[in-house]
């Protein structure tokens, strides 16, 4: 029986998922066309564009273990707000940059980017699991993911609304105003104060340690999948498109419109069931997803492929996220420990696969990148 109870998030919480949401609505207006951007500016080559990607993560790989010592000493809540201010610099240097192309532009990119993912993701995970119910974390964050895929129907068509009818200039300006906003629900969210308690050497002794060797890898797998979804995907759409950015913000709104609903139904399987056992049940025919997306020649086909994985996506990654998160809190002090361990392993999971694809390129055309991910997706299954 469905209980109101239960979906009910504390108010730090909300605060924290509320300043996230407001994030997204910035971020998500370029989350599929800011690949393609780099994709037209980069002279229509996908290698160039995986190259930005690849020392971006590579770095972030190195700087991460650095942001939490820095964490330790500015506390979380001023580490997300300093962050926010980065990702405004993030797009700005790309405002620039449309006007001036200029290398420097993209070193300070890479740089704006490393210094808002290692400021921001540690600290907003750890509140994420400190703040969450343990026997409701499941059903909390359908909460966020509903909210999350609301906001996702109507931003990818309004985004391709601007640049139809405008230019990505207009888009950057409206994301930074809009990502500048969300510091202030930070200042609802109560102080938090964690100490990193890892060196830098440590951290990579642990990362690597026969112990969390099984997360090392489930985490690896995941950031080395998502990373194809989130980059060469879009760029694959668009490509299928003609480079019409209006239908290709049309097709991922329906897209998401589709299986917008299923989140919050899926969350509560995922505190009624054991959490390993959905994603070891749905991984299988999220990989098939991969596989079918080989073979995407026309707009609807789009559609229907992408609505079979967006399904199967919510089946595994909520369960699995949600494991995450208990992951992260079943460790007591050491959750910010646990946090920048899992967030090295997901950059060195999307460095190796962009280093993979770059080399198969040479050989075999883009549907390498999906075979890859469809075979990298399953070993997310090894979580414990």
């Known amino acids: 029986m469905l209980k109101i109870q239960d979906y009910k998030l504390p108010h730090p919480l909300l605060y924290l998922y509320l300043n996230r949401l407001i994030i997204l609505i910035g971020v998500g207006s370029l989350a599929i066309f800011l690949p393609i951007f780099l994709f037209i500016e980069f002279g229509y080559d996908y290698v160039p564009v995986m190259i930005y990607y690849l020392v971006l993560f590579a770095l972030s790989i190195i700087l991460h273990t650095f942001g939490a010592m820095a964490i330790s000493k500015i506390g979380l809540r001023k580490s997300m707000a300093l962050a926010i201010l980065f990702l405004v610099g993030y797009f700005l240097v790309f405002f620039i940059y449309d006007y001036y192309p200029h290398f420097y532009l993209i070193v300070l990119a890479v740089l704006a980017s490393n210094f808002w993912r290692t400021l921001y993701w540690v600290p907003f995970h750890t509140d994420c699991a400190k703040f969450s119910s343990k026997t409701n974390r499941g059903k909390q964050y359908s909460v966020f993911l509903l909210l999350a895929d609301i906001i996702g129907i109507l931003i990818p068509v309004i985004a391709g609304l601007i640049l139809n009818y405008y230019n990505y200039s207009a888009l950057f300006i409206i994301a930074m105003v809009i990502i500048l906003a969300s510091i202030i629900p930070l200042f609802k969210i109560k102080k938090v104060k964690e100490t990193y308690s890892y060196t830098f050497t440590q951290t990579y002794q642990e990362l690597f340690s026969r ?76 990989a098939l997803g991969w596989i079918i997306k080989i073979f995407v020649g026309t707009a609807f086909q789009i559609f229907i492929v992408s609505t079979y994985h967006n399904l199967t996506a919510i089946f595994r990654r909520l369960p699995f996220d949600a494991l995450m998160y208990e992951k992260a809190a079943d460790q007591g002090h050491y959750v910010d420990e646990y946090t920048v361990l899992r967030e090295i392993a997901l950059n060195i999971g999307r460095v190796l696969m962009l280093l993979f694809v770059i080399l198969l390129l040479y050989y075999f055309s883009i549907y390498i990148a999906f075979v890859l991910a469809a075979i990298t997706s399953l070993f997310i299954n090894i979580l414990e």
């Open 211 to 286: 112990k969390n060797r099984k997360m090392l890898y489930a985490y690896m797998a995941d950031g080395s999948e998502t990373i194809v979804g989130a980059l060469i995907w879009p760029i694959f759409i668009f490509e299928i498109l003609n480079g019409e950015f209006l239908a290709v913000g049309a097709i991922s709104t329906i897209i998401i419109g589709v299986t917008v609903m299923l989140d919050i139904i899926i969350g509560r399987w995922a505190d009624k069931f054991e959490k390993k056992n959905i994603v070891k049940y749905s991984s299988g025919f999220y």
